[in-house]
């Protein structure tokens, strides 16, 4: 039950974000469509845990501080790549060793690559993630694993928060 109620908390917030009106009509037809949609999830077998990660919202924010610094740190070097010329550009494709095997901290591991400039997440199997590098530092850095060692940091710590 709380799945649900944090999905209709969520859809309603982000309804009432976007729409910008707050009439009478349109906040019941929002309140009507959120709740449909929940209605919907639930039918379908949606609502869980996975769908859901209630536990990582106090552990999110300290990672996404990380990621933007990273973020900020490869868009620096990819501008001084390209401000190089095509000589400073070499490109590779790199299998990165992934140790979890939930498809939320894949996904979250996945798209935090692709959310880095220079790097895009290509393909994601049940033990690596093959990633298109456009320089040999992003793909070095992958490979050592510190965005991996902190989702896992981000999963240990909001195990132990839970139970």
Sequence with gaps: MKYTASLFANLLLVWLLLSGHYTVL??????????????????MGLVDAESQ????????????????REMARSNLRVVTRIIGGPGAISPSLVSVPVSEKTALYQAIYANSITLTPG????????????????????AEDLEQGEMHRRILQMKRSSERGAG
């Design 119 to 138: 790097t895009v997440s290509v393909r994601v199997q049940a033990d690596t993630i093959d990633v298109h590098a456009l320089e040999d530092t992003a």
């Design 53 to 68: 990660p209630l536990r990582l919202i106090t552990r999110l924010p300290l990672y996404w501080l990380w990621l933007t």
């Design 26 to 43: 349109i906040t019941g037809l929002g309140l009507l469509s959120c709740a449909l949609v929940c209605w919907l999830g639930l039918r």
